[in-house]
């Protein structure tokens, strides 16, 4: 027999329970949000943002880099995640240059080498958004709407999307337990993922190493190293993902990424994807980058550490600076 307490518990959950499913409200379907669509104005003209020059020669029009970039092989642009005007920005330059451009296809870090297909499946129409949405793992916060606006602008334009990274499973694997672990995968699972031979040096290296030092205290260089082999995987499978699609496609490719990946991808030695890219691809490919800076300064001056120097060189061929979020 029940007890008594718990039947009491029971029975008023299970009342609750069947009122709640003949008053429940169907979920709203996921559709594509509006401001996604291409062509959709959000009062916000990109266009007349301030661009830097990274030779230190001053400002260039939008019109101007994009004839410049039309004519790359590989544009490399480096976002700021989750800044809102600065992907605005990176999404009305791709929008630009697919009208300039018919054989530009679209490249992103934030898909994973094992999401190829929910992206074809949308692309071509097989699937639609909802569906997407959900076999690509998208969320809010992975998902934001100027990514959205460059998939929408390439499914329109027949362009290629390309998952470009390797699954975070990999580069965990990676920092866990080192390149060796990642040689141990079979067939199926090495065509997601790009296993580097070294780790990077030169002032893509220290960078990486200063932006880290603070866990130099907790865990010491390996503890950075481990950070950094998982690095490594991202930019050398991203590199290897662009180059097999650029030689297969003879297609110009867009690729967006968080901007340390990019900074300073005009010197050898600066951005290990810019070099990986180069060591699969050749010194002689036209290859242009793009990043989205914030300062504190002038947001028409070049910082010291974008001019860069001999060593580093400019933080890109074009730089785009937004003001610091005040406190």
Known sequence: MMRPLLAALLLPAILLTGCASTQSVE?????????AAPGYDDGYDATTLTILKGDASGSVSFHDMIADLAGADIILVGEMHGHTESLDFIAT??????????????????YERDEQIALDDYLAGI???????????????????????????????????IAANSPRRYTRLAR?????????????QRALVEIPSTLPTGSYADRFRDAMGAMAAHGG???????????????????????????QQA??????????????????????????????LGDNIKLRSLVMHMTEGDLDTLTEE???DETTG?????IVYFPMPAE
């Open 306 to 308: 974008d001019a860069g």
């Open 221 to 247: 260089d390996e503890m950075i190293n481990s950070f950094l082999r998982s690095q490594t995987v991202w930019d050398q499978t991203m590199a290897a993902s662009i180059a097999e699609h650029h030689t």
């Open 127 to 161: 699937t639609d958004y909802a569906a997407f949405v959900k076999a690509a793992g998208r969320t809010e916060s992975n998902n934001p709407i100027a990514h959205l606006r460059m998939i929408e602008l390439a499914r329109l334009n027949d362009r290629a999307v």
């Open 251 to 280: 297609a110009s490719i867009f690729h967006v990424v968080g901007h340390f990946h990019v900074d300073h991808a005009t010197t050898t030695g600066g951005s290990a994807l810019a070099d990986a890219i180069h060591h699969r």
């Open 27 to 35: 979920p709203q379907p996921i559709v594509l949000p509006p401001e």
């Open 176 to 188: 866990t337990g080192g390149f060796q672990a990642l040689a141990g995968l079979n067939h199926r």
């Open 93 to 110: 330059t791709f929008e630009h240059l697919v009208e300039q451009n018919n054989k530009l296809d679209l490249s992103m870090e934030f």
């Open 314 to 318: 400019p933080a890109a061929d074009y």
